[in-house]
């Protein structure tokens, strides 16, 4: 049986790394293991509301500590893609810190008088004034960026409704489709790897959607992990044309080869 090399790691952070705030089996060991060894590693998610600072934090607070500065948010990789395309320009922005610090950093101005662009993002404040303002730059010559696809979010309460309903009322009004930069687009996973100066080959990406971590995997062309304790479930993999290159129970089985740095294939 051939061996790969795994020099880089890519993993989700929610259903692979934590549930609810609670450290899943083996996410603390895993993520210590690639520190122990050197391994290039971040930490993906398409949660835009927070700062990696927020983040890091708040897995700290689960007992798994990870740097802010291996965490990667759809809300970076907007403002990464923004200023790539339109180098200091404007935008006019629907969301929380993790974005508009994202942008801001990225030198961007936050505005709603003729904008380069309408970023959509997470919020649990979405309001009619700010949708009406989004709808009518659009229809005035703003792009339309939404920072991840995702329907629906979780809360204590229940589920509530995400960017990609908000981004679906939007086209309604304006007709015009928004660039998705989150996952599932593999771009999500380029400008991770460009961050950590990984490459495909070598690269590993752990999550637990079939219709958003392994399917963005495939596509940026890395080795994919689907692990067991989110989303998808096991019967569920054979529903879908593309496949992961392992199932596994959890994280916790995947720490031998981050330690010894192989996968056989």
């Known amino acids: 049986m051939a061996v790969k090399k795994?020099?880089?790691?890519?993993?989700?952070m929610d259903g692979?790394?934590?549930h609810e705030n609670?450290?899943?089996?083996?996410?603390?060991?895993?993520i210590e293991t690639l520190k122990a060894n050197d391994r290039r590693f971040l930490v993906l998610t398409n949660n835009p509301v927070y700062t990696p600072r927020d983040l890091s934090a708040r897995l700290g607070r689960s007992g798994i500590d990870v740097?802010?500065?291996?965490?990667?948010?759809?809300a970076l990789a907007t403002a990464d893609f923004c200023a790539r395309t339109i180098p200091h320009g404007s935008a006019y922005v629907i969301g929380e810190a993790g974005l508009t610090t994202a942008l801001h950093e990225a030198g961007y101005i936050l505005s709603d008088t003729d904008p380069d662009y309408v970023i959509l993002g997470e919020t649990r404040t979405y309001s009619f004034e700010s949708i009406t303002t989004?709808?009518?730059?659009?229809?005035?010559g703003a792009r339309f960026i939404c920072t991840n696809p995702d329907a629906t979010g979780p809360s204590d309460s229940g589920?509530?409704?995400?960017?990609?309903?908000?981004?679906?009322?939007?086209?309604?009004?304006t007709n015009r489709e928004p660039y998705f930069v989150g996952k599932p687009n593999p771009?999500?996973?380029?400008?991770a790897l460009n961050r950590v100066g990984g490459h495909s080959e070598t690269t590993a990406m752990i999550g637990?959607?079939?219709?958003?971590?392994?399917?963005?995997?495939v596509e940026a062309g890395l080795n994919t992990f689907l692990v067991l304790t989110g989303i998808t479930h096991r019967k569920q993999v054979e529903t879908f044309p593309f496949r992961p290159d392992q199932v596994v129970d959890s994280i916790q089985n995947l720490i031998t080869i981050a330690e010894t740095g192989e996968v056989e294939i």
């Open 187 to 191: 771009i999500m996973f380029r400008t």
């Open 67 to 74: 740097p802010e500065e291996n965490i990667w948010t759809s």
């Open 22 to 30: 609670t450290a899943l089996p083996g996410a603390a060991e895993f």
């Open 6 to 12: 795994i020099e880089t790691w890519l993993t989700d």
């Open 208 to 217: 637990d959607r079939m219709d958003t971590d392994v399917v963005a995997g």
């Open 134 to 140: 989004a709808i009518r730059l659009i229809l005035g």
């Open 159 to 173: 589920i509530l409704p995400a960017a990609g309903s908000v981004a679906a009322l939007v086209t309604k009004a």
């Open 16 to 18: 692979v790394l934590v």
